[in-house]
DNA sequence: ACTTTGACTTCGG
DNA sequence: TCCGAAGCCAAAG
């Protein structure tokens, strides 16, 4: 499962970006976007800078977070104040049938 | 086999 | 809009 995820992190373009949660769900495993984390840190030769949290914000701490913002530039992404501009640059998996069907989440509300 | 560990996500305040 | 709490699941030790 983190050759699944390293493979769906590699299909995200360049000038393109997308989100834990949603690399975690087009790898088959919705609810993973923890291990997305632990495997961008992990595996390398991945385009880890594509790879934000919800939203388009970006969690890396520190330096690397300034790195990131660097290289997502350099790419082509804008940003929109400290959020990248999801609409106009998330990348969009392939929808696969619906082999593992998630369901409804959240149970609060 | 059990515990720890994440660059998460979402909700409520 | 920002912050804290709770839920979440597989990999690594």
Request: aromatic share 12%; no cysteine; net charge positive.
């Given at each position: 499962m983190t050759a699944a995820i390293a493979a769906a992190i590699r299909q995200i373009p360049n000038g393109q970006v997308s989100t834990y949660g949603a690399v975690a769900k087009a790898a088959g495993y919705p609810r993973c976007a923890r291990h997305v984390a632990k495997v961008l840190n992990q595996?390398?030769?991945?385009?880890?800078?594509?790879v934000l949290g919800s939203g388009g914000s970006i969690s890396l701490p520190g330096e690397l977070g300034l790195e990131q913002h660097f290289l997502l530039k350099a790419e082509g992404v804008k940003f929109r104040g400290r959020r990248v501009d999801m609409k106009a640059f998330e990348h969009l998996f392939p929808k696969r049938s619906k082999v593992l069907s998630k369901g409804a989440r959240m149970p609060k509300k």
């Open positions: 595996v390398r030769g991945l385009p880890w800078q594509r």
